[in-house]
Structure formats: C-alpha cells, structure tokens
C-alpha cells in the first residue's frame, strides 16, 4: 500500500491544518502500520474520542472488536516519535492505549466479522480522509484526562483541519 498526500464529552484541544491520505491497496494485502497509523483503545474511550473528533469533523475510521477494544485508523505522519515519546507512552500506557508500531498488521473487517460482531465498522472509510495520529493521540490523552499537557508537548505535531463536507 502507498499512502498518497493531499491538502485539500469532556475532551478539548485544538485543530487547524490540511491532511489527507489515500491508500491504493494490493489484491490480497492487509493494511499495515507504517502505511496507516492506528491506535487501539479501550472501548469506553473510544467512545469518548469517537464523539471528540466528531465535534470537531476530525473523524476518520473507527473499528469495534469483540475483545471491547477499538481501533482507531490515522495518517501515520510521526508514529514512531509519538511512540518513542517516555510522556506520551506513559499518558497512553494509562490510558490502555497502544499505537500500532510500524510494520504491526491491521485487521480490517470482512463481511464474515460483521455478520458475527467479532470486528466492524464503527465508521466506515467513506474518502480518504485520516486524522493525523498527532491529533488522535492528544483526543486520547485529553479524554482519558491524564494530565498531560499535548499542545506543548515536542511529541506532538502537526494540526488538522476539519474535512471539508
């Protein structure tokens, strides 16, 4: 897979800049991370960021498994800073959130998973719109409320821009 760019609750932060990215997939290929970026959250939470980003028209893909665990698809930009980062791991760590490291296999769902409710779409792809994985990282910390403060933190960069309907 070949990411392509374009420009064109109780959770806050802030957004305001460009990001999109298309996927051209190989037959038979799974998506993996470091191709699209993806965090996976505890249920609960991903409710919580689901409903953030919405607000704000940042919401990308969403996938709800059987385990109560969702996965969160993003432009991957700066995965492995984010993931390097001793602040935001911990914020995460305590959150039970995970960023998929690059290279980790993301399973979509089939049409099998969604007929049994082991794994579906809680937000079907519908363009290629993706959020920056910086700006689904602050949406996590700032709804699970740990207390660190992602706007000023050298971890996070980049902003979104709401798509544009």
């Keep these: 897979m070949t990411p392509t760019q374009h420009s064109p609750a109780a959770c806050t932060t802030d957004a305001s800049a460009d990001c999109h990215a298309s996927y051209t997939p190989k037959p038979g290929e799974s998506p993996c991370a470091g191709d699209i970026a993806a965090v ?35 432009r991957p930009d700066d995965t492995g800073t984010l993931a390097a980062d001793r602040d935001i791991f911990t914020a995460l760590l305590r959150a039970a959130a995970t960023i998929v490291p690059d290279g980790g296999e993301i399973v979509l769902p089939s049409p099998g998973d969604e007929n049994t409710g082991y794994r579906r779409w809680v937000v079907a792809p519908r363009d290629t719109f993706r959020p920056h994985i910086s700006t689904v990282v602050q949406s996590i910390i700032s709804c699970a409320g740990s207390g660190l403060k992602p706007h000023n933190h050298k971890g996070i960069q980049g902003r979104d821009t709401p798509r544009r309907l």
């Design 40 to 74: 996976t959250v505890p249920e609960w939470l991903g409710r919580m960021v689901h409903d953030h980003l919405a607000r704000r028209y940042l919401l990308g893909p969403v996938i709800a498994h059987g385990s109560h665990r969702w996965t969160i698809l993003a």
